[in-house]
């Protein structure tokens, strides 16, 4: 994947990916972290337009699909508030230092009398997309939704093309900012293997 930043902007191959604004947020940024979320939405297109909408109180720079699709809904000079209340090292409320990447998944999954998975949505899922495994930061063995090859290698080519941008201090978790809160994006994403391809083992 081909990424590059401009103007606070992503551009893939050299072409700006597409872009639709949110509402929510705007206030001045110098990047530190980038922060990888899970989108625990029914897809792509149903979390692009709720970062649109102003009641939602939440967002994103980008969104990332499960067939390669990324939007852009905000520069990545500007805050977004996909961080909520979160604190790393001395640090508290880092929608103020970092970006944020949604990635389209449905998160934790569970299982029905028939031994179906479902989502809290009521999305049913194939049991060869489900992780069953235990966060790392703790709690039981639970179904995770297993995130595509295509969204890992997105978010490894994009993050990459960030960190040259702006030298990000770390790449973590939601989950390592706002835990117990908060469990994203969760044991089914590889986010150890792509901070090290990134920034080196530490």
Not at 91 to 118: C, F, P, R, T
Not at 177 to 197: C, H, V, Y
Request: charged share 20%; aromatic share 10%; glycine share 8%.
């Amino acid at each position: 994947m081909n990424f590059s930043v401009d103007h606070h902007l992503l551009l893939r191959q050299n072409e700006r990916v597409p872009f639709a604004q949110t509402p929510n947020g705007r206030r001045a940024l110098k990047p530190r972290y980038l922060i990888i979320h899970y989108t625990a939405g029914r897809s792509f297109e149903t979390s692009v337009q709720w970062f649109r909408n102003s009641d939602a109180k939440a967002s994103a720079h980008l969104v990332v699909g499960r067939k390669g699709e990324v939007m852009q809904m905000q520069a990545f000079d500007k805050t977004c508030w996909h961080a909520g209340v979160s604190r790393w090292k001395n640090l508290s409320g880092m929608n103020n230092y970092a970006i944020g990447i949604e990635v389209d998944n449905a998160g934790i999954l569970q299982k029905n009398a028939a031994g179906k998975w479902h989502a809290w949505f009521g999305g049913s899922y194939k049991a060869e997309d489900v992780l069953l495994a235990k966060h790392r930061l703790g709690g039981d063995v639970q179904g995770w939704h297993v995130y595509t090859p295509e969204q890992v290698e997105l978010v490894t080519g994009i993050a990459t093309a960030l960190h040259v941008r702006y030298q990000f201090e770390d790449i973590l978790g939601h989950e390592d900012i706002s835990w117990p809160r908060k469990t994203d994006p969760g044991p089914a994403f590889p986010l150890q293997n792509i901070k090290a391809k990134i920034l080196g083992r530490r």
